[in-house]
């Protein structure tokens, strides 16, 4: 499972011109499932995400997490974060799990996300989405459950 953490200022999600999750403050993730992940890579994952520590304390040094800050997170399901391009220029998307394996495990997810505090808003799986948001630093983390990056 892969993730890009943005912190925003702002962001949204539109589907079909709704707006269908919007946050002030916090995190953008988008999240790729990867074949072969499981419930411990989503459970990992949000349990990472929920206490990164990317915004400033008092100091100016990044101390605190979205529970601190009292922030959100928006997800995204994203399953072009696997693609590979390495031969050729067209991306292939092996590595990404199929439809019914991901969006249980982007499900879950979320719901570790909410159990761990963390006020969750989100798009719609396997839908074409607009994301907009307002990257702020820009600060901008990849995250993945299962090795080094």
């Excluded at 520590?53 to 040094?61: C, H, L, P, Q, V």
């Amino acid at each position: 499972m892969r993730a890009v953490v943005q912190r925003v200022s702002r962001a949204e999600v539109r589907v079909a011109n709704q707006v269908t999750g919007a946050i002030g403050a916090g995190a953008v993730v988008l999240l790729g499932v990867e074949t072969g992940d499981s419930t411990a890579d989503a459970q990992y994952l949000a349990a990472k995400i929920a206490g990164l520590r990317i915004w400033e304390d008092e100091s100016g040094k990044m101390n605190r997490g979205l529970a601190q800050i009292q922030g959100a997170a928006l997800v995204i399901s994203q399953f072009t974060l696997l693609g590979d391009v390495r031969r050729g220029l067209r991306p292939a998307f092996d590595r990404a799990a199929p439809a019914e394996v991901a969006q249980p495990l982007y499900e879950l997810f979320l719901t570790q996300l909410r159990a761990a505090g963390i006020q969750v808003e989100c798009g719609v799986f396997r839908a074409h989405m607009e994301v907009a948001l307002v990257n702020d630093g820009p600060v901008t983390i990849l995250l993945d459950s299962r090795k080094e990056i």
